[in-house]
């Protein structure tokens, strides 16, 4: 029977933390909801990506290298899946250049609200970092050189940026505009 699923997508490696709770049907396919990842945290879809569940690792193929990779094929592989009972986790890492890490994890296990579009978030912490920025490290350090105006890679970074960066910053309601508009 299908369920509604409280997860907590959050970004490894990062203080303060940088979290999303978002409710998903327990039978979303992970390629689906990759994309709800993607809408939540704030980026762009621009590099590969992967789940690991048990040392196992789930991608989709790339082309004619697909069998030179230990790597299962999860376009069929429904989130239920994955989690079973609340506190069950995996991993789903982005952009394997900067290396984003995430935990999702399963909160809760609820009954259908069928006056609810899913997915919906309810609510989250903080920015998610600029894409290419340079991973855990490369982040901090932007952050650091934010906090001196007079340090002599702020304008450039504030140029790389477009202007202004609030790390602090989350709009659950920009998040659920967008998964409306993709998921409709």
Known sequence: MKKIF???IALKGVKPKIWRR??????VLLSDLHEIIQISMGWSNAHLHQFVKNDIYYGVSSG??????EIEDYSKIK???FLKEEKDKFKYEYDFGDNWEHDIILEKILPIDDKTKYPVCLTGKMSCPPEDCGGVWGYSDMLEILKQPD???????IEWL???FDPKSFNKEVVNALFLNYFS
């Open 6 to 8: 409280q997860i907590q």
């Open 162 to 164: 477009g202007g202004e």
């Open 151 to 157: 340090h002599e890679e702020y304008e450039s970074y």
């Open 22 to 27: 978002v409710l998903v049907p327990s039978d």
């Open 79 to 81: 989130l239920s899946s």
């Open 64 to 69: 004619d290298d697909w069998d030179d990779f």
